[in-house]
């Protein structure tokens, strides 16, 4: 019997992405086995436990992670039966921070991606800068080479009107007349002259008669140009468009086993389980909430009407995510009221806990803004730090800090949410202006950018710094089923080849926030 139940442990972890060391199973089979009429509801409760340890700081779980929880579950054995509801609700969200983001690499020579092992550091070498490029490439060069546009045909035959389409690379253009497709990064070697690089070459080129397809063209962008090369050695661009979007099945398909997006590899059986499970989680509902001044009394005002509101429905949000900024003055080197905002995560986290249905059955995660208190203003940013938040902690036990970009799996859906100002930003980069034959609408063309280059931030490093060793945190590869890009400008949505994607406004400064149900992608605007 205790083999059967050793099995089952070991399945329960793995769906929601733990792994186990072998003394770690001995201990929770110890603990399992002091409910033997209730195993399934003892393991899902240990489970439910993890995820609110915060000093877990890696997903194998190891004999004294156990023992810590064990022990504080042991305590209220007798309300093991009754939390088990609410364990089993919580138990389907799965917050990913960014920096425990699995990192793969693709290898160019046997055509497979294959796992990083080793550490990364925080402080990479100069050759980490080299590989964050030549990732990005691969990455989406892999994705271009499948599709049939550009992919090599098996047998020679018969050119269409339009010619071959087959990626040439940089290299070979030398000497050659008659139009070429290419594909590389933009880049400024030289003030005032942008190149096309790829792996091995790069070539001038001129823009400013290229016709171009949705999007938003800065440096630092990858894209597939067709032109040809001048007299004078510049590449003429006549199309330029951003690599093509490969479906998230097939993508899926390719990578079976892979865990890209850090919830943890299922089996085809575990898969179809949690999909029948989410189908009947049809009334949950994530509440979104961007820039939430706690220094503003007019702000927290507004946020206890919403908190009010949610309290008295039926069925409560599942998910409450609270996205910086938390201050209405940016945290930097001359900011000196931190003491006062550590006061004011404490009145939050009382305000949360004088809504006792809230308190009990949502979950709150807090994910920190481009001008919150940090380290630094590198992506991606790591969690608000302790001392800022053990106030809140002290009501809200279960609260979730985590680091911004975050990822979170819900059953079997992938949401990534990111808080900065983009759009403002990507448009300000912009080197020629956008195309408007598709749509004029900014957010739909930073969509479209963002989703092609499958990268949150594809700006410049000198615009916006990204850590260098951890950059495949912010690629959106297989693409996630939603991406929540909380920024300052106006709400918005946009379903963009399957994919949701919607901006839930600045609450602080338009009263606006967003319902999101996962199960049916359905995003309703909300506004006070």
């Excluded at 060391?21 to 201990?27: H, I, K, S």
Aim: charged share 25%.
């Amino acid at each position: 019997m205790s083999g059967q139940t050793r099995k089952k442990i070991q399945k329960k972890m793995k769906i929601r992405g733990y792994g186990l060391r072998m003394d770690a199973l001995d201990e929770i089979l110890s603990f399992v086995n002091r409910f033997p009429d209730a195993e399934d509801e003892a393991i899902d409760l240990l489970l439910d436990q993890f995820e609110h340890e915060s000093s877990l700081k890696s997903s194998i779980i190891d004999k004294e992670s156990v023992n810590r929880v064990t022990s504080v579950l042991l305590q209220a054995e007798a309300a093991a039966e009754g939390d088990s509801g609410s364990a089993s609700n919580h138990s389907a969200i799965r917050v990913i921070d960014a920096f425990l983001v699995p990192k793969f690499r693709y290898d160019s020579i046997k055509k497979h991606f294959y796992q990083h092992a080793g550490s990364l550091p925080i402080h990479g070498e100069a050759s980490a800068k080299a590989a964050l490029y030549r990732d990005r490439f691969l990455l989406l060069f892999q994705r271009v080479s499948r599709d049939q546009h550009f992919s090599r045909p098996s047998f020679d035959v018969v050119n269409s009107e339009f010619g071959s389409c087959e990626i040439s690379t940089i290299q070979s253009l030398v000497g050659q007349t008659g139009r070429r497709w290419v594909m590389g990064v933009i880049s400024q070697l030289e003030d005032g002259h942008f190149y096309l690089e790829d792996l091995a070459a790069s070539v001038e080129i001129d823009l400013s008669k290229a016709k171009i397809t949705t999007g938003f063209f800065t440096e630092n962008t990858i894209v597939v140009a067709e032109g040809e090369m001048l007299v004078d050695g510049i590449f003429q661009v006549i199309t330029c468009g951003f690599p093509p979007l490969e479906d998230r099945d097939q993508s899926l398909k390719l990578l079976a086993g892979y865990d890209f997006f850090g919830g943890g590899t299922l089996k085809k059986e575990d898969t179809l389980r949690l999909a029948d499970l989410e189908k009947r989680a049809a009334n949950d509902m994530f509440v979104i909430l961007s820039d939430i001044w706690l220094d503003n009394e007019e702000v927290m005002g507004k946020l206890e009407v919403v908190l009010d509101g949610f309290e008295s429905v039926e069925v409560v949000p599942s998910l409450f995510v609270f996205m910086g900024n938390f201050c209405s003055h940016p945290c930097n080197l001359s900011f000196h009221s931190f003491s006062s905002l550590r006061l004011q995560f404490g009145k939050l986290g009382q305000m949360i806990a004088a809504h006792p249905r809230l308190k009990e059955h949502s979950r709150f995660l807090f994910i920190p803004g481009p001008d919150d208190a940090g380290p630094s203003t590198v992506l991606p940013r790591c969690a608000l730090p302790k001392y800022l938040t053990e106030e809140l902690k002290k009501y809200i036990p279960n609260a979730i800090f985590s680091s911004n970009p975050c990822r979170i799996k819900f059953y079997t859906q992938e949401i990534v949410f990111f808080r900065q100002d983009l759009l403002y930003r990507m448009r300000r980069s912009c080197l020629i202006p956008p195309s408007r034959e598709e749509t004029d609408d900014p957010f739909e063309h930073l969509v479209a950018t963002i989703t092609h280059q499958s990268h949150l931030c594809p700006l410049p490093l000198t615009v916006q710094p990204i850590i260098w060793n951890y950059d495949h945190s912010l690629h959106l590869y297989p693409t996630p089923h939603a991406i929540v890009l909380a920024d300052k400008s106006e709400q918005k949505a946009f379903k963009y080849t399957g994919i949701t994607c919607f901006n839930p406004g600045s609450f602080s400064s338009d009263s606006t926030f967003v319902a999101y149900r996962p199960c049916t992608q359905e995003v309703e605007f909300s506004a006070l």
